[in-house]
């Protein structure tokens, strides 16, 4: 490899999707609508397990650098007209869902979903155990924001079942979380982890996020110092994207102060060294995991699979996701809730659906998912065992992909042999790219592509 991790970092940095999907969000359609998804619904296949999803888009505050669907508001009788909302929603869907398929996998997401109240944290999970049948094993997991958190908002958590916790760090220095609006101290976030410790939560998840404003390798190696101290069992340390053309409150960020391709490369590296030294296992483009957790076994036994919740151990689930702009999925359709507050309430008030866009999978689209999911999961495609388990000759089937990852082998991103494609330890801050050789849609839109996050 003749480029330096410099140059390839400055070659590959182009705008691509993060593969939680497949076709990706942009091209689902509003061709799709609710008579779609509530046939979906009926034909999905009952021996497949359920993931549940609820959206909670409530924040006490705007962080600059946020991609989600939120809204800041400290009102918060807001939130009782948007929970009877999900209610009937889940009402109406579970309706149409064979009562014997068991739910493996449960998670809340925002937004802030510890923006609810003990009482109402309490009367979300009852609807949800109401309209569905949880496994007494299943993986149950909550994003929380430390900041304005207390124990009994934890305790609420822990007494309803969630076993699992993501606490949302990003980074630790003053002037970096200036710049974001989003302010919390060492000891706040020390102080929230004793709780979720002493109330006995199975798996706790730091998130950080790399290419801040103001963020400089220094700065963040002290944050990676504090974070590995604390000893979560698992780290999530996401790419920023600037996408001010969809997040307008993104250009209250000055751009002028993001971490340019050096100090961005830098970060990456430090965070590589710093956890693999602190005895993390990177699993691959954003996620790292202790050696026993089940992250780490799963990729080893090859089960690993991504979602829009990022990696799991659930393959085989459909996803139900309620509230605004959430997506749900059977094993051949993507659906997408109304992303506005407003308009999701009233439809799913109305008759339980909020169906914006959706898709439905092609038989090629299902293939191809496959192996881009397989080259981030097992960071290798075995050609026969591909070819074997979709009827295809991979050589013929992928040949437009083969072209297009030659010069990424040659730039040293990819091993490709006679039998398989495995992602180079270089290769695996490029792990976008790999997929995106494999992605029909992008060949097809050629310069009308959608404007993706940058890829490094």
């Known amino acids: 490899m003749s480029s330096t991790p410099l140059e390839l970092l400055q070659k590959y940095s182009v705008p691509g999707p993060r593969y939680t999907s497949y076709p990706t969000a942009p091209y689902f359609h509003t061709g799709f609508g609710e008579t779609d998804w509530r046939e979906a619904l009926a034909r999905a296949r009952s021996d497949r397990a359920l993931s549940l999803y609820a959206h ?3 924040c006490d505050s705007l962080c600059y650098y946020c991609g989600c669907n939120m809204v800041a508001t400290r009102d918060y ?11 009937r929603e889940m009402e109406r869907t579970a309706a149409l869902v064979d009562p014997g398929r068991i739910v493996r996998q449960l998670h809340w997401g925002g937004g802030t979903p510890t923006y609810l109240n003990p009482d109402d944290i309490r009367r979300l999970m009852a609807m949800m155990r109401r309209n569905f049948t949880i496994a007494p094993d299943a993986e149950v997991s909550c994003e929380v924001d430390p900041r304005e958190l207390t124990f009994e908002h934890l305790a609420a958590l822990r ?55 103001k963020q400089t ?32 409150h993104q250009n209250l960020i000055d751009e002028a102060d993001l971490p340019d391709a ?32 089940e992250l780490v076994r799963a990729q080893q036994n090859k089960t690993l699979w991504r979602n829009f919740q ?12 309620f509230g605004v702009s959430s997506i749900s999925q059977t094993d051949d359709v993507y659906m997408q809730n109304d992303k506005n507050l407003k308009r999701y309430q009233d439809r799913a008030s109305a008759n339980g659906f909020a169906v914006e866009r959706g898709i ?35 050589g013929d089937y992928f040949a437009d992909a083969l072209v297009q990852l030659h010069p990424l082998a040659e730039d040293g991103l990819v091993d490709i042999t006679a039998d398989r494609i495995s992602v180079t330890p270089t290769g695996r801050l490029f ?10 849609y992008l060949e097809e839109a050629a310069g009308e592509r959608p404007r993706y996050s940058r890829t490094a």
């Open 217 to 248: 390798v220094e700065s963040f190696g002290r944050t990676l110092e504090r974070v590995t101290n604390w000893a979560p069992d698992r780290l999530a340390v996401f790419a920023y994207a600037h996408v001010p053309w969809i997040k307008k």
């Open 56 to 58: 909670v888009p409530f």
């Open 77 to 87: 009788s807001k939130t009782q007209p948007y929970l009877a909302a999900i209610e």
């Open 360 to 394: 439905r999978l092609t038989r090629d689209d299902q293939v191809r998912r496959d192996a881009i999911t397989r080259v981030m999961c097992d960071l290798e495609l075995d050609f026969s065992a591909f070819g074997k388990e979709w009827d295809v000759s991979f």
């Open 310 to 321: 990022g990696y799991t151990t659930h393959k085989d689930c459909d996803i139900l996701a």
């Open 262 to 293: 050096a100090t961005r490369l830098g970060l990456q590296q430090a965070v590589n060294d710093a956890l693999a030294a602190a005895g993390y296992v990177n699993i691959g483009l954003d996620h790292f995991a202790r050696p026993e957790d």
């Open 159 to 213: 007494e309803t079942g969630f076993n699992r916790l993501s606490f949302g760090v990003q980074d630790m220095d003053p002037d970096v979380q200036q710049a974001v609006n989003r302010i919390q101290s060492e000891f706040l976030i020390r102080q929230v982890l004793d709780w979720a410790r002493e109330l006995g939560f199975s798996s706790i998840n730091l998130d950080l996020i790399v290419g801040l404003p």
């Open 431 to 440: 792990l976008r790219n790999i997929g995106m050789c494999f992605d029909r």
